[in-house]
């Protein structure tokens, strides 16, 4: 009888994810200490739902992703 296969044995689960996370990642890695980066498409979708005050940070070069328009999150 095979084996069935779940994630994480043989492909982790954030493969699943890779844009996602990926972005993640950039944001985090190009961002600046004690401020939160977001990206214009989840300043967007947020946005939908929940009124928050940014500050435009303009853009920026995301490794593997290229010109990004970013924001901090205002506290």
């Given at each position: 009888m095979e084996k069935i296969k779940t994630i994480g044995e043989?492909?982790?689960?954030?493969d699943l994810w890779?844009?996602?996370?990926?972005?993640?990642?950039?944001?985090?890695s190009t961002g600046e200490a004690g401020h939160i980066q977001t990206t214009?498409?989840?300043?967007d979708a947020v946005s939908q739902y929940q009124e928050?005050?940014?500050?435009?940070?303009?853009?920026v070069m995301i490794k593997?992703?290229?010109t990004m328009k970013t924001y901090f999150l205002e506290s």
């Amino acid at each position: 009888m095979e084996k069935i296969k779940t994630i994480g044995e043989h492909k982790f689960i954030y493969d699943l994810w890779s844009d996602a996370v990926n972005t993640a990642s950039r944001m985090e890695s190009t961002g600046e200490a004690g401020h939160i980066q977001t990206t214009q498409r989840f300043k967007d979708a947020v946005s939908q739902y929940q009124e928050y005050e940014y500050q435009e940070r303009g853009e920026v070069m995301i490794k593997g992703i290229g010109t990004m328009k970013t924001y901090f999150l205002e506290s």
